[in-house]
């Protein structure tokens, strides 16, 4: 079984089997799996069975019954935002690519209900030098993070906060791709299951009467107090007000859930 409920294989086996059941319908033989996405033709159902097993224990998006594999997709996209937690989070980082850069602090806030109900934050030991450009704009030094833990040591605490959540950040991408990379370095060829939200998307959608949608902007814009930019508890919590007006104003257009939030437009 995977190592926390919430990460997902990455293995190039799995996503092939993956885009073949959603090609199918979401059910097809474990022959048909094996023929397939292994290369092994005509294989001995009973066989074919073992090696498909391997793959369901790898990954929670899959069950095998008898000889027939199945995809069990996650409710997230039909899930509506008052059933919904959303953890809005910010990686302050030594550079913006990754590889060869690291995560120097974790801030993250848990929304349920439109309100702050719980946070998580730390400092990161990158395990590499900070540069010194970071240092002049995050404020965070080779010597802060010195005795701060190191990503392994922290990452089952974060995925057990983050838990079964919508994960929100400004410029999603970017922290994503983060937390993947850091996730795969402990846990090979694994990544979080958790589907996000980018709150520069979301705004360009529904604040189309500002200059840019930067995080200091739009704080401005919904009076959110943002003390220290750069460093990601302060920047996770203004994020997090921001999101939370954001949601707001989706309800009012009739979105009320991922699928329709991700297809949104003014």
Do not use: W
């Amino acid at each position: 079984m995977p190592p926390y409920p919430n990460l997902i294989s990455d293995s190039l086996l799995i996503s092939e089997t993956i885009q073949l059941l959603r090609s199918v319908g979401g059910r097809v033989s474990a022959v048909e799996v094996v023929d397939y996405v292994m290369k092994i033709r005509q294989p001995e159902p009973d066989l074919a069975k073992l090696l498909v097993a391997d793959l369901v224990e790898a990954d929670p998006r899959l069950h095998l019954d008898e000889d027939t594999l199945e995809l069990i997709d996650s409710d997230f996209e039909s899930r509506a935002f008052a059933e919904t937690d959303f953890v809005v989070f910010d990686f302050e980082t030594t550079g913006a690519k990754t590889p060869p850069c690291r995560v120097t602090e974790i801030g993250a806030y848990l929304v349920r209900n439109g309100v702050i109900i719980e946070e998580f934050q730390t400092l990161v030991n990158p395990e590499t030098p900070i540069p010194p450009f970071i240092t002049n704009l995050t404020g965070i030094s080779d010597r802060m993070v010195k005795n701060a833990p190191v990503f392994r040591d922290v990452a089952a605490d974060f995925l057990d906060f983050i838990g079964d959540s919508v994960l929100v950040a400004h410029n999603a991408h970017f922290d994503m791709r983060f937390l993947n990379h850091e996730i795969g370095r402990i846990y090979q060829n694994y990544r979080v299951a958790n589907p996000s939200l980018c709150t520069v998307r979301l705004s360009r959608r529904l604040v189309t009467n500002i200059d840019n949608h930067r995080l200091r902007t739009l704080a401005d814009y919904y009076s959110v107090a943002l003390v220290n930019h750069h460093r990601a508890s302060d920047d996770a919590r203004a994020t997090a007000h921001i999101f939370i007006n954001l949601l707001e104003q989706l309800q009012t257009r009739g979105v009320r859930d991922l699928a329709a939030a991700k297809k949104f437009k003014f």
